[in-house]
């Protein structure tokens, strides 16, 4: 079975500092996506960035990047100038394949990001 | 562009009932997905559908069913409630099924057994 592990339950931050959400998968496959999710207290899930594995580049979207390491299955969610609006559960996920393309994702248990003012 | 919507927003179910969700996806996406989200926890993948065809199942029991309509909207059905399926279900869209398409989700049922 496919397993997403997010080591650390909760992190906190000061406001504009920068934190570092850890995640390591496990897959079979040579080629995929990984993920990162936000969800606040809404609920609602957002994408918060994506990394092609088979890139070497890592990933960034404005203030958010990756630190993608394929051999050790590594990919961790830097936040840089934390923002008050940040403060949520940050999920980590990856595509869970049978074999003949993803059923769906497979999801760690999540980190719950508190930003300190 | 609307976004994945789901209905309705909470649901209260009494143990033993049926009860069925409903998730519209993006436009033009022909891939919907089903997770279950417990309190605490990250989403548990339940069913995926691709073209009105189930492309993938989780470790769900037989009561969790679901279905996909010709114009891509999808229906989740479990039977014979829980007090354990209180729970959020989350629909997810994307545009195709494999792995390498990102996955959209709607805001979720709330669904409470009691």
């Known amino acids: 079975a496919q397993t997403v592990t997010q080591s650390q339950p909760e992190m906190s931050v000061q406001e504009a500092e920068t934190v570092t959400l850890s995640c390591t998968y496990d897959t079979s496959e040579s080629d995929y996506y990984l993920f990162w999710y936000k969800q606040p207290p809404s609920r609602q899930m957002i994408l918060v960035i994506r990394q092609e594995a088979y890139k070497q580049q890592n990933a960034t979207e404005n203030r958010f990047s990756v630190n993608f390491q394929k051999a050790a299955k590594s990919f961790s969610l830097k936040i840089s100038d934390s923002q008050l609006g940040d403060a949520a559960m940050y999920f980590c996920a990856s595509p869970t394949s049978s074999g003949g393309g993803a059923d769906g994702l497979t999801f760690g248990k999540g980190t719950h990001l508190i930003i300190q003012p | 562009d609307a976004g994945v919507t789901q209905s309705p927003t909470h649901l209260i179910k009494t143990r033993g009932q049926h009860v069925t969700l409903r998730c519209s996806p993006i436009?033009?996406?022909?891939?919907v997905s089903w997770y279950q989200q417990v309190l605490g926890q990250g989403p548990q993948f339940i069913f995926q559908y691709y073209e009105k065809e189930e492309r993938g199942r989780g470790n769900f029991p037989d009561r969790f069913s679901a279905r996909q309509f010709p114009n891509y909207s999808s229906e989740l059905n479990v039977n014979a409630l829980l007090l354990g399926d209180s729970a959020l279900y989350l629909c997810?869209?994307?545009?195709?099924?494999?792995?390498?398409?990102?996955?959209?989700f709607g805001p979720g049922t709330r669904l409470t057994v009691t």
């Open positions: 436009s033009g996406h022909k891939s």
């Open positions: 997810a869209s994307s545009l195709e099924t494999g792995l390498f398409y990102e996955q959209y």
